[in-house]
């Protein structure tokens, strides 16, 4: 009977907490629903904002990844209040669960500082084609932690803001123009005048190479099999590869056909009976 009067008054209990906090609930619910539709309409309101603006793509993805995880943090805190978590409580929370998280992803506040760095001082931006890490590729995405690139074989490649900030960083796309240094062995034997001739009319007659600063060509060293010749030229950076293998392709053609050598090594063997 006792067991019985027991049960009868936590069910009581049970039942008026759930009416007390009902409401909150509820609301809080409410809030839930409503805040994640809003998120999600002043996303795409940011997105057309900076689409119609015509801002930097690096700060455009930047800011809005920023934006999207403020404003869920900014939400999750309202939820939690509405269902009776004191603000000072609350606080207090956030400020030990802060310092626990800071603790466990140091690494990841670093990338986060690195994304700022990148965006302030612009080491590079997006479309840009860089070498960081051992790594080449074109700059695809620029977020607060990570920056994708696309590589030559068209993969993702995911490098940390952080390392990115505090590392040695080749941007290959920040100068308009770039220098080339393309060097040829010819044989011993053959007319370096006519090479170097040859060389240069290559570059005469290009329309991706530029006539200014003006090609050179000098003779670099003497190898053991070849004279090494440099040739220096200049084109434009969006025209840089194409430039550089139409001349590797071209000097070996016109060499072929002046018969200038281009030596490999080799090596002659002499047997003793």
């Known amino acids: 009977m006792e067991e019985l009067t027991n049960y009868k008054e936590h069910a009581k209990n049970a039942i008026n907490w759930a009416w007390e906090i009902l409401p909150n609930l509820t609301m809080?619910?409410?809030?839930?629903?409503?805040?994640?539709?809003?998120?999600?309409?002043?996303?795409?309101?940011?997105?057309?904002?900076?689409?119609?603006?015509?801002?930097?793509?690096?700060?455009?993805?930047?800011?809005?990844?920023?934006?999207?995880?403020?404003?869920?943090?900014?939400?999750?805190?309202?939820v939690i209040s509405q269902l009776g978590?004191?603000?000072?409580?609350?606080?207090?929370?956030?400020?030990?669960?802060?310092?626990?998280?800071?603790?466990?992803?140091?690494?990841?506040?670093?990338?986060?500082?690195?994304?700022v760095l990148i965006l302030l001082f612009k080491p590079f931006k997006v479309g840009d084609f860089i070498s960081a890490q051992g790594l080449d590729g074109t700059v695809k995405e620029i977020t607060i932690f990570y920056t994708k690139l696309i590589t030559f074989g068209n993969q993702i490649a995911i490098l940390p803001n952080g390392k990115l900030s505090n590392e040695?960083?080749?941007?290959?796309?920040?100068?308009?123009?770039?220098?080339?240094?393309?060097?040829i062995g010819v044989g011993y034997g053959s007319n370096l005048k006519e090479a170097k001739?040859?060389?240069?009319?290559?570059?005469?007659?290009?329309?991706?190479?530029?006539?200014?600063?003006?090609?050179?060509?000098?003779?670099?060293?003497?190898?053991?099999?070849?004279?090494?010749?440099?040739?220096?030229?200049?084109?434009?950076?969006?025209?840089?590869?194409?430039?550089?293998?139409?001349v590797i392709e071209e000097a070996k053609r016109r060499f072929d056909a002046a018969g200038i050598e281009i030596p490999f090594p080799q090596r002659d063997v002499h047997m003793k009976s």
């Open 168 to 183: 040695n960083v080749l941007n290959y796309s920040m100068m308009p123009t770039r220098r080339d240094n393309i060097k």
């Open 85 to 115: 978590v004191q603000s000072s409580s609350l606080i207090a929370i956030i400020g030990a669960a802060g310092l626990a998280i800071g603790l466990a992803l140091q690494g990841s506040l670093s990338n986060f500082a690195g994304g």
């Open 28 to 78: 809080a619910i409410v809030i839930l629903i409503l805040g994640l539709w809003l998120i999600q309409l002043t996303n795409k309101l940011v997105r057309k904002f900076f689409q119609e603006k015509d801002y930097d793509l690096t700060l455009e993805n930047f800011l809005r990844s920023f934006i999207n995880i403020a404003l869920k943090i900014l939400l999750f805190v309202l």
């Open 197 to 246: 001739d040859l060389l240069l009319h290559i570059c005469a007659n290009n329309e991706n190479i530029l006539k200014e600063p003006v090609p050179e060509v000098y003779v670099d060293g003497l190898g053991d099999s070849a004279v090494n010749l440099t040739l220096r030229f200049w084109a434009n950076t969006a025209v840089f590869w194409p430039a550089h293998f139409y």
